[in-house]
Protein backbone atom coordinates (compact mmCIF):
# COMPACT_ATOMS: atom_id res chain seq x y z
CA UNK A 1 0.00 0.00 0.00
CA UNK A 2 2.70 2.42 0.50
CA UNK A 3 4.18 1.50 -2.31
CA UNK A 4 1.51 2.55 -4.31
CA UNK A 5 0.90 5.75 -2.23
CA UNK A 6 4.59 6.34 -3.32
CA UNK A 7 4.19 5.76 -7.22
CA UNK A 8 0.96 8.04 -7.08
CA UNK A 9 2.87 10.32 -5.06
CA UNK A 10 5.90 10.16 -8.39
CA UNK A 11 3.71 10.62 -10.57
CA UNK A 12 1.87 13.54 -9.16
CA UNK A 13 5.11 15.44 -9.15
CA UNK A 14 6.14 14.13 -12.99
CA UNK A 15 2.63 15.54 -13.70
CA UNK A 16 3.33 18.82 -11.94
CA UNK A 17 6.80 19.32 -13.16
CA UNK A 18 5.25 18.39 -16.80
CA UNK A 19 2.64 21.33 -16.38
CA UNK A 20 5.12 23.87 -15.21
CA UNK A 21 7.12 23.58 -18.15
CA UNK A 22 4.02 23.69 -20.06
CA UNK A 23 2.42 27.17 -18.61
CA UNK A 24 6.35 28.55 -18.42
CA UNK A 25 5.89 27.41 -22.57
CA UNK A 26 3.08 29.11 -23.28
CA UNK A 27 3.71 32.33 -21.12
CA UNK A 28 7.02 32.91 -23.04
CA UNK A 29 4.99 32.58 -26.23
CA UNK A 30 2.07 34.64 -25.42
CA UNK A 31 3.72 37.91 -26.13
CA UNK A 32 4.52 36.82 -29.36
CA UNK A 33 1.27 35.33 -30.25
CA UNK A 34 0.29 38.58 -29.12
CA UNK A 35 2.69 40.21 -31.15
CA UNK A 36 1.85 38.01 -34.05
CA UNK A 37 -2.05 38.75 -33.77
CA UNK A 38 -1.64 42.88 -33.61
CA UNK A 39 0.69 42.11 -36.73
CA UNK A 40 -2.30 40.65 -38.55
CA UNK A 41 -4.98 43.17 -36.98
CA UNK A 42 -2.73 46.46 -38.62
CA UNK A 43 -2.36 44.00 -41.92
CA UNK A 44 -6.51 43.64 -42.06
CA UNK A 45 -6.96 47.37 -41.28
CA UNK A 46 -4.35 48.29 -44.17
CA UNK A 47 -5.72 45.89 -46.55
CA UNK A 48 -9.42 47.09 -45.35
CA UNK A 49 -8.16 50.74 -46.15
CA UNK A 50 -6.76 49.92 -49.43
CA UNK A 51 -9.79 48.43 -50.63
CA UNK A 52 -11.70 51.29 -49.59
CA UNK A 53 -9.84 53.71 -50.80
CA UNK A 54 -10.09 51.53 -54.80
CA UNK A 55 -13.85 51.55 -54.28
CA UNK A 56 -13.84 55.24 -54.13
CA UNK A 57 -11.72 55.65 -56.70
CA UNK A 58 -13.69 53.70 -58.73
CA UNK A 59 -16.71 55.48 -57.85
CA UNK A 60 -14.66 58.85 -58.76
CA UNK A 61 -13.96 57.44 -61.92
CA UNK A 62 -17.60 56.97 -62.59
CA UNK A 63 -18.71 60.46 -61.50
CA UNK A 64 -16.03 61.79 -63.47
CA UNK A 65 -17.27 59.70 -67.00
CA UNK A 66 -20.82 60.80 -66.43
CA UNK A 67 -19.75 64.58 -65.97
CA UNK A 68 -17.92 64.66 -68.95
CA UNK A 69 -20.82 62.47 -70.93
CA UNK A 70 -22.91 65.11 -69.38
CA UNK A 71 -20.82 68.18 -70.44
CA UNK A 72 -20.65 66.30 -74.52
CA UNK A 73 -24.42 65.97 -74.49
CA UNK A 74 -24.70 70.06 -73.50
CA UNK A 75 -22.29 70.83 -75.44
CA UNK A 76 -23.62 69.06 -78.30
CA UNK A 77 -27.13 70.58 -77.90
CA UNK A 78 -25.58 73.75 -77.47
CA UNK A 79 -24.04 73.58 -81.19
CA UNK A 80 -27.03 72.13 -82.73
CA UNK A 81 -29.56 75.10 -81.13
CA UNK A 82 -26.97 77.46 -82.19
CA UNK A 83 -26.53 76.04 -85.73
CA UNK A 84 -30.22 76.28 -86.06
CA UNK A 85 -30.46 79.36 -84.85
CA UNK A 86 -28.27 80.38 -87.16
CA UNK A 87 -30.18 79.04 -90.07
CA UNK A 88 -33.18 80.39 -88.77
CA UNK A 89 -31.69 83.58 -88.91
CA UNK A 90 -30.65 83.20 -92.70
CA UNK A 91 -33.92 82.10 -93.60
CA UNK A 92 -35.46 85.15 -92.07
CA UNK A 93 -32.76 86.74 -94.31
CA UNK A 94 -33.84 85.46 -96.73
CA UNK A 95 -37.20 85.94 -96.60
CA UNK A 96 -37.54 89.32 -95.89
CA UNK A 97 -38.52 92.09 -98.22
CA UNK A 98 -35.55 94.03 -99.32
CA UNK A 99 -35.99 97.68 -99.10
CA UNK A 100 -34.29 99.87 -101.06
CA UNK A 101 -33.60 103.95 -100.63
Same mark, same amino acid.
Given at each position: ???? +? $? ?5 ? =? =?? &???? #??? *??? =?? +??? !? ?5 ? !? ?5 ? *???? +? ?5 ? #? @? &?????? @????? #? @? +? ?6 ? *?? !? $? !??? $?? =?? &??? &? #? ?7
Amino acid at each position: MVYL +Q $SRLLDNA =V =VL &KHRY #EKL *IAK =VV +QNL !SRELDAF !SKRKWDL *IFVN +QFLRDVR #E @A &KKRGRK @AKRHK #E @A +QAVLAAVA *IA !S $S !SRN $ST =VR &KDA &K #EDAPKVCF
